[in-house]
């Protein structure tokens, strides 16, 4: 089982002032937790939820392949302009995070660092917006791979009730 702080970023956060929000400190969160939990390299990353992709960013000057998704078009844009400019090593596509697929092989894990976690407001008195990102993303990244989430908050989105998600690939 993970440790509090290392499964909850927000906690590590509140308990170290001297950390702050800064994309950078979240990426070397994830790669303290690839280095201890990953069963493989993490060499291709999914950001969902990229924006701008950021993180994304700073993983393909580490030498990270990234492929990031977002429902909106401006961030999508923006990301892919971002990473002709700097030479980066990342493709975004405009995709509804709840369901989506993209062309090109698995990526080893995934990322979502955003300010919030995305599920719609309308289907807090159950799961299931939960449960489709989950297995959307879940589905997506290579067998074995991790999925780290920070929804940016000291408090967790609410979890109606306990599900256990299975898919096996076709």
Not at 52 to 67: A, D, E, N
Request: hydrophobic letters at 35%; aromatic letters at 10%; one cysteine or more.
């Amino acid at each position: 089982m993970f440790d509090v702080p290392e499964i909850w970023y927000g906690v590590e956060r509140l308990n170290h002032p001297d950390y702050d929000n800064r994309p950078w400190h979240e990426v070397e969160f994830c790669r303290r937790l690839w280095d201890k939990y990953a069963d493989f390299p993490m060499e291709y990353i999914l950001e969902a939820c990229c924006g701008i992709c950021p993180h994304g960013s700073i993983l393909s000057r580490r030498g990270i392949s990234v492929v990031g998704v977002d429902a909106s078009q401006g961030m999508v844009d923006a990301a892919n302009a971002r990473a002709e400019i700097q030479d980066l090593e990342i493709r975004a596509y405009r995709r509804d995070v709840f369901r989506f697929s993209i062309p090109g092989s698995s990526p080893d894990g995934a990322i979502l660092l955003a300010s919030t976690f995305p599920v719609p407001h309308q289907s807090r008195t159950d799961n299931s917006a939960l449960i489709s990102q989950l297995k959307s993303v879940g589905y997506y990244i290579r067998k074995g791979g991790l999925y780290m989430i920070d929804c940016g908050s000291p408090a967790p989105p609410d979890i109606v009730r306990d599900e256990i998600v299975s898919q096996t690939r076709e």
